[in-house]
């Protein structure tokens, strides 16, 4: 996946996480979602970064809801 897709899958993931989580300030999101794609870099294979990140990203923002609603 060239990197200028990558980079609007990425803005696609926030922007659906942030739909999702709207009790958790966009910033914050982004935050999560780039600190996961940080662990992909160097990777040479990038087709599933996108999904990867994704779903990374909402276990942590799910388990930081949980911390939230308790």
Do not use: K, N
């Amino acid at each position: 996946m060239p990197l200028q897709d990558e980079g609007r899958a990425i803005d696609e993931v926030v922007e659906r996480l942030a739909a999702r989580f709207p009790d958790i300030p966009a910033a914050t999101v982004r935050e999560v979602v780039e600190a996961q794609l940080a662990q992909f870099d160097g990777s040479s294979v990038r087709d599933f970064v996108p999904v990867l990140v994704e779903h990374e990203a909402l276990e942590l923002l799910r388990g930081g809801e949980r911390e939230t609603q308790a």
